[in-house]
């Protein structure tokens, strides 16, 4: 006697060859193939259906036909045009090449519902994919399945398939199923048949695309198109005597149109059972009575399946017209103690009754939910909302809109759904698949990832007027009716403001002004949501913002909360809501009185957190300001500010030229930004040098840090601004001022070889000592045998020394035994921050730390 295995081995073999050959195959020949195949199938559906009805004993020659045509026409048209083989796709914009290769071996299982049309379909499928099959059948319908499938084996081979591509289990049993399912050498498993065999196809262990099982409604609402509800509901019900698993197994009507409803279902041929017919139903097909304690543990007697209505009345006791199309019994409730709401694979159809559309609604819920889930339910409607609602309620994947859900649910008829026989219920139903199954599923796409690098717009203010006395050209601007002008308490107090007020003053154009002038240093919600208010009341068709980096932010928060008037405050400054791509009204005109006016010159806003006392920077082209003032004339700084805010200059410049994110037009402003500030700042800061060249220089002082501030708001920071802003979380101290012992050590460890590289589409390889190369070449900077980046450092330390700054962590107001203390929480505060910034390489949390003590002690940093 042959052995399962000995009968298996050789059939996944002879598939596994088949394989090799048909993935030769082009798009050409697997057409082809599938065209020939579809023909023989299509010239053969009436044998076919009749071969079905006589083996199974269940259905209608008629219906069988259509199904067969269904699977030989509709299937293969709707694949005609579908890509299988090789480029499938290929997106010039993405970068995206798509390439098909097939699953390998499937391992079908076929039902005995629908025999002949499913192994149609299913052989199709597989052919159009190069995918050799292996059919299991159902051992009640083996004899016309194994003609189906040997139809259109034949046919492929003559079109020039491979042999072996289509075959099946000669003698079916459960342990043959189970073999070839469990079999090493099959890839997926496409299950068709009762809830046992699709979960045992899923228990093992390998894709599997099987379908759940339906418990369909269809529910006709008051507004629906009566006559065509009840008729699509009738020709569904009565298709192949009921065995699509997608036929509706109730109708749910609603009150008011029920008795006519009912009177159009006797027209067309049903009959409505009795209260003693209901019962005598109920015993034949399930064994027990409604509201009986034999409910619990009732099943579907299997004999009925695919009996016409007048059988099963029969059978039942009592008799129904030859031709009764189907049998409707009314039941009061959906649940197993009314077993007739249950499936029933036959022209028997449950009534159920809505007082309104919510419960018409939940009544399509609960019969989906028991022992449906997934599958399809049916609405037939005029009204949109009611429509919507039951598609948010229910939970089926497929919906079906004014439509019979026999024909409805399988796709490519009265709907758009995909043409097939295999209707998946996604994770409701335990499928893997929320769709109807379809030659895509059966296909490995590989995709080719061509590497895209990160386009971001330049962005910089529409215009830009920068110089001494630039100020001066607001009064040429035009537009300016109402100005809601905000500014702070030390540029109040300064006098600046009426300077302001007097320019504005010349114009010809008479303007409405409003003053907001207590900006805090440190911005809050609470401010800003009040701030916001106090303007929207003004209406202004102008902001201008005139002080610190505090002004302009607080007056970028409240443009965005001025055109989104919905949105609330703290979800704008924490950055979580969607922002529009550009703000034209109103304007927003930034006059900075701080060196650089990083703020005022980028598309970038940020706020203090409360709670965590740390710096949130949101990025967005909502922020950028339409016109910006780069006036030095109005910063006067003491010469140890100017040394610092110089330093500071060159601090981002360096940063900015290093930074991942650095372009050609970043790294011009950024270049040019750190040779003003480099050789430009020890004369600026000398007090003794009273020539014009010194104040020359101080102005230049100023312009560099505009130039450096246009980068940085299209490129961003590193280490050395992580790491400072860190330390000055814990110790109070103005970054700026921390900057000259951080800045030297950062680019020797930036410069040094990387440790854990940095991953970014348009950083292409490491660049920091060649920057460095660039850099003393372009400062003139002498290049000892230590090479270019520790010269740059050095020369870093020299300048910082010159213009006397501190050079040690020490001195910023944090003692030693403190610093000992926090050393690892200001590291790994220093190590987020880092993680939103560009440096070229990653510190770990231990080179930070390093860092820090070398900084902290004025010791020079090496690996």
Known sequence: MTSISETINPLVEKALSALNEFKTFDQASVDLIVEAAAKAARDAHATLAEMAVEETRRGNFEDKTVKNIFAAEHVT??????????VISQNQFTGITEIAEPVGVVAGITPVTNPTSTTIFKSLMCLKTRNPIVFAFHPGAQQCSSQAARIVYQAALSAGAPQGCIQWVEAPSMEATSALMNHEGVSVILATGGNAMVRSAYS??????????????????????LNRAVYDVVSSKAFD?????????????????????LEQFKSLGCHIATKAEKAKLE?????????????????????IVGQSA???????????????????????????????????????????TAKDADEGIELAAQMVEQDGLGHTAAIHCRDNNIIAKFGSRVQAVRLVENAPTSQGAI???????????????????????????????????????????????????????????????LATLQDLGKITIFTDKATLNCGAVSELLALLHTREEASSIQIIDD????????????AASETAGFAPDTLLAFGATATINAAKFVRVGLTIPEADMADICAGRIGLPPRISNPRLICIPTTSGGQAALSAKASITDTETGLERLIQSASYLPSITFMDPELAHWKPEVLAARGFETISQATEALFSIHATDYTDALALHGLELAFTNLPRAVDESDHSAEHENSREKIISAGSLTSTALGNTSLGLADAIVQAFAQFSGTPRQDLLPAVLPNVVRFNGSQPQKLVAWPNYETFQVPARCEELTRHLGIKVGPEGAVEAYATALENLRDKVGLTPLLRNMGMPESTFNHKRGEI????????????????????????LLTACFRSQKWSR
């Open 77 to 86: 048209a709707y694949m005609r045009d579908l890509k299988t083989v090789g």
């Open 519 to 530: 900006i805090p240093r440190n911005l809050t919600v609470d401010f800003l949501r009040e």
């Open 827 to 850: 590291a790994s505060l220093a190590f987020d921050y880092q993680s939103h910034s560009g440096n070229p390489q990653t510190a770990r949390l231990e080179d930070i730390k390093e």
């Open 411 to 473: 796709g490519g008829l009265f709907n758009s759904f995909i043409p097939s026989l295999t209707l998946g219920c996604g994770s409701y139903g335990h499928n893997s698949v929320s769709n109807n199954v379809s030659a895509v599923n059966l296909i490995n796409i590989k995709r080719l990832g061509r590497r895209n690098s990160v386009i971001t717009p330049f962005q910089v203010p529409s215009k830009i007027f920068q110089g001494p006395g630039a100020l001066r050209q």
């Open 283 to 303: 015993k034949l097909m399930f064994g027990a009575k409604a509201f009986t304690n034999a409910c619990a543990t009732a099943r579907l007697n299997p004999s």
């Open 241 to 261: 005597n009921g065995m699509i698993c997608a036929s509706e197994q109730a109708v749910i009507l609603d009150e008011k149109i029920e008795q006519a409803a």
């Open 310 to 352: 007048h059988e099963i009345a029969h059978q039942a006791g009592f008799e129904v017209p030859e031709g009764t199309q189907a049998i409707l019994a009314q039941c009061t409730e959906v649940s197993y103690s009314e077993p007739l709401t249950r499936e029933k694979l036959s022209p028997v159809l449950a009534v159920l």
């Open 204 to 225: 093992c262990g390998k894709p599997a695309l099987g379908v759940g099982a339906g418990n369909s409604p269809a529910y006709i609402h008051s507004s629906a198109n």
